[in-house]
């Protein structure tokens, strides 16, 4: 079963209240593959969405994030190509049931999509002196994600949809896009319109994995501290 989101409906969300349009656009949040249709954004729609990125919290205020936005059809086709390598690659090593079910799965939309989004972290940006961060060298790398969150739930509240492609190297990446050394590309996001939104996350719909119980990743005082009776 599919929930139906079109571009149409991009840059009006819902009315219900606040709270309840968060949680229910948290729950409606897919890493979407085959469901993109190529249109474009609308401009004031991308803006919102970047904004939305660029306002996420990081460590010392950093702020260690680039956003390139990748429309050139051949650069699209050259990085799908390094991807359905590295998804041979990936595939190579499975057995069996595992193998098949892999088959199955669309690991991109690069070319389908409206546009590419490459995100990278600098861990130069603030330094030398980067607040918070002495102790936990990875917090800046943190930020950038929160980042990616930002973007990923205001473009499902656009009606967009978005796929993040790890199946690259970053080197490769890095040469493609020209990024800068000491420039770590973080994610490649495929980001478009798409004819729908699937109810049940691709992996599981496959049978790849299964979504675990919430009680079962949470702890009590300690790690692995059961509930108190």
């Known amino acids: 079963?599919?929930?139906?989101?079109?571009?149409?409906?991009?840059?009006?969300?819902?009315?219900?209240?606040?709270?309840a349009d968060l949680y229910e656009t948290i729950e409606r949040r897919r890493d979407v593959r085959a469901e993109f249709d190529g249109r474009p954004i609308p401009d004031d729609v991308l803006r919102r969405v970047l904004t939305a990125a660029h306002s996420?919290?990081?460590v010392g205020l950093s702020q260690p994030w680039d956003f390139v936005l990748v429309r050139d059809e051949a650069t699209r086709r050259?990085?799908?190509?390094?991807?359905?390598?590295?998804?041979?690659?990936?595939?190579?090593?499975?057995?069996?049931?595992?193998?098949?079910?892999?088959?199955?799965?669309?690991?991109?939309?690069?070319v389908?999509?409206?546009?590419?989004?490459?995100?990278?972290?600098?861990?130069?940006?603030?330094?030398?002196?980067?607040?918070?961060?002495?102790?936990?060298?990875?917090?800046?790398?943190?930020?950038v994600c929160l980042a990616i969150?930002?973007?990923w739930l205001s473009a499902t509240a656009e009606g967009l949809g978005v796929g993040w492609v790890s199946f690259y190297r970053e080197?490769?990446?890095?040469?493609l896009l020209h990024i800068p050394s000491g420039v770590?590309?973080?994610a490649w996001l495929c980001l478009g319109t798409v004819r729908a939104l699937a109810d049940t996350p691709d992996?599981?719909?496959?049978?790849?994995?299964?979504?675990?119980p919430l009680e079962d990743v949470v702890h009590h005082e300690r790690y692995g501290g059961s509930s108190p009776r």
């Open 56 to 58: 996420a919290p990081s």
């Open 149 to 151: 969150q930002n973007l």
């Open 203 to 212: 992996l599981e719909r496959h049978g790849w994995r299964s979504r675990m």
């Open 78 to 110: 050259g990085f799908r190509e390094h991807v359905l390598a590295e998804r041979s690659v990936f595939a190579a090593s499975l057995d069996g049931e595992r193998a098949e079910t892999f088959s199955r799965i669309k690991v991109e939309g690069i």
């Open 184 to 186: 770590r590309p973080v």
């Open 112 to 143: 389908e999509s409206s546009l590419g989004l490459a995100v990278t972290y600098d861990p130069d940006r603030g330094s030398p002196q980067v607040l918070g961060r002495h102790a936990i060298a990875d917090a800046g790398l943190y930020s």
């Open 171 to 175: 080197e490769f990446l890095r040469r």
């Open 1 to 19: 079963m599919v929930r139906m989101t079109t571009v149409e409906n991009a840059g009006q969300p819902a009315q219900p209240s606040p709270i």
